[in-house]
């Protein structure tokens, strides 16, 4: 073969090969990253606040822990004073407390976490504490060396004879 027929035949190819060369790829179908992120939603859990299923309220937020297969739950105490897990499935905030995909059925039927704490004692609000009754500002002082009022006689008691003086 000459030189000129390679030549040739390596423009040729070229030629055929042009079009697919001058196409162009396509973008990626995926979200930007920034995109992502902006997607998925942002919760803000406190201790005390209300949890709630899809049909009525489970207990009172206390944390959050991962099982035994690596996921999260949240840890919620129910009105009986237990400390239950219950998955983020579902997982919304709504008018200020926590509202997952758990029904309360499940919850109560859902055992314990063995060694929570307990519940802890409700704190006392020394403005609501019962107070001592307040003093009689008429009463008059006593004296705390002076004996004893005696009481008199019930009148349904008869009453002692008289005694006469020797």
Not at 47 to 67: A, F, H, I, W, Y
Not at 120 to 140: E, G, K, L, N, R
């Amino acid at each position: 073969m000459t030189i000129k027929t390679v030549l040739l035949a390596s423009a040729a190819a070229f030629m055929f090969a042009a079009p697919a060369l001058a196409q162009e790829t396509p973008a990626p179908t995926a979200p930007a990253p920034a995109a992502a992120a902006s997607s998925q939603q942002s919760l803000s859990l406190n201790p005390g606040m209300t949890v709630s299923g899809p049909d009525g309220e489970l207990g009172k937020l206390e944390g959050v822990r991962n099982n035994a297969e690596g996921k999260q739950e949240l840890t919620v105490r129910g009105a009986d004073g237990q400390l239950r897990a219950v998955p983020l499935s579902g997982i919304r905030q709504e008018n200020g407390g926590v509202v997952v995909a758990y029904t309360k059925a499940e919850y109560d039927a859902a055992a314990a976490i063995a060694g929570a704490p307990p519940a802890p004692a409700p704190a006392v609000d020394p403005a609501a504490a019962p107070t001592a009754p307040a003093a009689d500002p008429m009463a008059q002082p006593t004296d705390p060396s002076a004996p004893p009022p005696t009481t008199a006689p019930d009148a349904a008691e008869p009453a002692p004879a008289p005694t006469e003086p020797n």
